[in-house]
């Protein structure tokens, strides 16, 4: 009896053993591959911080060929803020455009306050069915003064993907850009994601925009002018997490050519393409990645040409969650997202036929997204058990602490740093300051307290457990008068 | 073990002391530089705007006799005033680049290693307008850097010689071609003698040349054009080049555009061609479009319908006068925002 002990409590010691090393190989690997796309990232922005002189970006805003843009903006409870979106969404530096309210039944005064500051009349109008949507068309208003360039159309609740469906049927331009009603883009937003469409009209199927966090940031009619870090380390957090894991781990992958995920919040899409894809998918909770990953599907299978482009700069400021309750929500979400788009096109992974995507981009989303948050909580256990039952010698720990955490400083802090040598967007020391203490704390409590939001979601993916939409309590810009 | 942690913690601590450094430094670097370009550039800058503002009447012996410094710090800003400013002002900053012996050098640069130094330098030849580098320029457009290549584009239009056409619609047909818009804008700029050069590109092998020779026609708005990109919107096997050829013909305008845009909105037509030639037909303003619209206010396919309410609402009291008396509600809806205007 006291043999079979023996040998179980060796067996459970080889075990975790083996499961501590190859969590440690895990880290590496992951922690590399960050790195790896950071520095593509760094190539990327010094080639694009090269061409800013010469881009041609004000010859596109003379153009009369620059082609009209239809900016949907979903909005669901978003009374805090709806007001100074639209209004910055209205002064955007761009020849022809209409914006597109959608009002996914908001049960708060989102509607009343756009009537009364934009002075909105209702209209009859007929709404087409080119892509699906759910929650009924219950009345369509335009702005007294602006018919053509701002409707605000009241639906009933369908959730965000049904939301911009009706406003892709409603748009009448060809090219449709996604934003978030809490969004403030910076001026010349408009023109830099149009831009990739303008210079190779046929090919370019979808650019990406950058999102960055507003909160703390001060807002002066509809314009970010003045970025600062907010008060709360969950915020400043979120801030180094933004820069390292959108910023520059989308450039790196637009350089790759292999860009699944292009922001709900500030993403450009070809209107005909949208409306043969179907619009967005009703039945996921990541209805932007999904889009992306189903128009990669689409065009090749059609065997066509295209490109997926990430543009860096300018950007849309977002308000991001200021308590980790949100967070939470937010990144749960997040997760079953990625979660549900893997499982819905597990068709393309490891298939030569889908390219990069197929063979690199979405089996790295499997083993490098989805299992991320399972084994950052498993080394949580794992590791400590593994010292108790002497599997590992404290020297093996602690060279994992170096690698998970130490590693994960190390590239945090090299995110700051390529911000600051190439868009140096917080101009104050103390910003400064306060950002790298956020890349030490990001890695020491944040990544893993998310990472049981993010389990969460992808077990809530694997019940098919009932969506919501995605609402978040809002705060509001810091507005200032101009 | 105790040196174990000890080992861990120096290096992590060296490494984010150093990358610390390194931020704050690049920051100093950066700010002192910047602060050192603007202290040397604010004289010449001056001096710059001044003798433009004067019409280059005064001020040129001063600005020759700068110093190379002052002058590099300045030059972003000069070669940024030349493509500003016209007439005798524009002559005379040529004249101020010419005797510092600048054309020259940027001549050169054309084929510096560096793609900057030859971006820059295509940048200012095209804003100096000067003719005798078009040959050079146009072999920048086979450049291996796209930013060099669209700074050729764009400094090729800036000159308007005419020899520039074909190599910059043949720019369009290579494996990683200049951009559409930039390149349509440039060959517009070329004068009507580059207009053989584009119609004979509407039968190029190459939609993407195709496309963009249609949207430089429709920049040059000439109705003796009509002809040849009404045969494309007609003919050419590429659903994409005719519909540019829709878009052209209604930014061409003028009665002579009707005719074929009508043609297009027939029922054999693809319905995305059909409601492109209705939105051209609202666009080209010319009287008679009315009658034609008329009859697709009842279209099955929305676009079509919706696009020739709209273009009937622009199309002045005839347009206004069929909306009221249909019954569609493609109708109505466009009625309700004309009475808003």
């Known amino acids: 009896m006291i043999d079979d002990w023996g040998r179980l409590a060796g067996w459970v010691r080889t075990g975790l053993g083996i499961t501590d090393t190859a969590i440690f190989v895990y880290f590496v690997l992951l922690n590399s591959s960050y790195l790896g796309l950071l520095l593509l990232a760094a190539a990327e922005f010094f080639r694009h911080l090269r061409r800013v002189p010469f881009n041609g970006l004000e010859d596109l805003f003379r153009s009369p060929l620059t082609p009209a843009v239809s900016v949907l903006m979903p909005a669901y409870n978003e009374g805090a803020g709806i007001v100074a979106a639209v209004q910055a969404m209205t002064a955007l530096r761009y020849p022809r455009f209409e914006i597109v309210v959608i009002d996914d039944g908001s049960t708060d005064d989102t509607f009343d306050l756009l009537e009364r500051e934009f002075d909105l009349v209702r209209v009859p109008r007929v709404v087409p069915d080119e892509v699906p949507s759910r929650g ?3 009345s369509v208003h335009v702005a007294r003064a602006n018919p053509d360039g701002l409707i605000v159309v009241r639906k009933v609740n369908g959730g965000k993907a049904d939301a911009l469906n009706v406003g892709i049927n409603l748009s009448r331009h060809p090219l449709i850009c996604m934003a978030d009603a809490d969004s403030v883009l910076d001026p010349e937003a408009l023109l830099s994601v149009v831009k990739p469409f303008a210079d190779d009209p046929l090919e370019v199927a979808a650019v990406g925009g950058v999102v960055r966090i507003a909160n703390g940031c001060a807002v002066v009619a509809g314009r970010v002018v003045d970025v600062h870090m907010p008060r709360q380390w969950l915020v400043r957090m979120q801030i180094v997490e933004y820069l ?6 989308r450039t790196g992958w637009s350089r790759l050519g292999g860009l699944v995920v292009i922001s709900g919040a500030f993403g450009m899409f070809r209107r005909d393409q949208l409306a ?7 039945d996921t909770i990541g209805e932007d990645a999904e889009l992306v990953v189903r128009l990669h599907h689409h065009l090749r299978e059609r065997g066509v040409a295209y490109r997926v482009v990430f543009v860096a700069e300018p950007v849309s400021w977002s308000e991001a969650p200021a308590t980790l309750r949100v967070l939470g929500r937010q990144r749960t979400r997040w997760h079953r997202g990625i979660a549900e788009i893997l499982r819905a096109h597990k068709g393309m992974i490891l298939r030569p036929r889908y390219g990069r995507i197929g063979m690199f981009a979405l089996p790295y989303y499997v083993v490098f997204e989805l299992m991320a948050p399972f084994v950052e909580l498993s080394a949580l256990v794992l590791f400590p058990a593994g010292i108790l039952v002497d599997a ?15 590693y994960g400083m190390l590239v945090s802090i090299s995110a700051l740093l390529l911000e600051e040598v190439s868009f140096h967007r917080y101009p104050r020391w103390d910003d400064l300051g306060r950002g790298f203490v956020a890349a030490i704390l990001e890695n020491l409590g944040y990544r893993q307290a998310l990472a049981c939001y993010q389990a969460r979601g992808a077990w809530q993916a694997w019940r098919n457990k009932k969506q919501v939409w995605g ?4 705060q509001g810009f810091d507005t200032v008068s101009s | 073990m105790i040196e174990a942690v000890s080992a861990t913690v120096v290096v992590l601590g060296i490494v984010v002391f150093t990358l610390s450094v390194i931020i704050v430094v690049v920051r100093v ?21 001044e003798f433009v ?3 280059g009447t005064e001020g040129a012996e001063e600005l020759i006799a700068l110093p190379q410094r002052q002058w590099q710090a300045a030059e972003p800003g000069a070669i940024a005033l030349l493509g500003k400013v016209r007439g005798e002002a524009h002559t005379a900053l040529v004249d101020v680049f010419a005797r510092r012996g600048l054309i020259e050098a940027e001549r050169a640069d054309l084929t510096h290693r560096s793609r900057v130094r030859r971006a820059r330098a295509a940048e200012a030849l095209g804003n100096l307008e000067h003719r005798p580098a078009v040959l050079a320029l146009c072999a920048l457009l086979r450049d291996p850097h796209a930013e060099v290549r669209l700074v050729a584009v764009r400094a090729l239009g800036r000159i308007g010689d005419p020899a520039a056409a074909v190599p910059l619609l043949d720019s369009r047909a290579t494996a990683d071609p200049t951009p559409s818009q930039l390149c349509a804008q440039a060959l517009a700029q070329l004068g009507p003698e580059a207009e053989p050069a584009l119609i004979g590109a509407l039968e190029h092998a190459d939609a993407r040349v195709r496309v963009t020779a249609l949207d430089a026609l429709g920049l040059v708005g000439s109705g003796a054009l009509i002809e040849p990109v009404a045969r494309v919107l007609e003919e050419d096997p590429s659903l994409p080049v005719r519909l540019a050829a829709a878009n052209t013909l209604g930014r061409m305008g003028g009665r002579a555009a009707v005719p074929p845009l009508v043609v297009a909105l027939g029922v054999d037509h693809p319905d995305p061609l059909r409601a492109a030639a209705a939105r051209a037909l609202g666009e080209a303003g010319a009287a008679g479009v009315a009658e034609a619209l008329a009859g697709l206010l009842a279209d099955p396919a929305y676009r ?24 569609e509600p493609h109708a109505e809806e466009a009625l309700a925002v004309a009475g808003l205007g």
């Open chain 2, 304 to 327: 079509v319908a919706h696009e020739a309410a709209h273009a009937l609402r622009k199309a002045g009291p005839a347009g206004l006068a069929v909306l009221r008396s249909s019954p």
């Open chain 1, 276 to 282: 043969r894809v179907g619009g967005l998918a009703h």
């Open chain 2, 53 to 55: 503002a004067e019409g």
């Open chain 1, 392 to 406: 590992i010698d404290l020297d093996f720990a602690w060279r994992f602490a170096l690698v998970a955490y130490g």
């Open chain 1, 471 to 474: 609402a978040m309590p809002r």
């Open chain 1, 244 to 249: 390292r894991a959108f910023l520059m781990g």
């Open chain 2, 29 to 49: 670097v950066r700010r002192t530089l910047r602060r050192r370009r603007a202290r040397l550039a604010e004289a010449p800058r001056l001096a710059l705007l």
């Open chain 1, 136 to 138: 009924q068309v219950i």
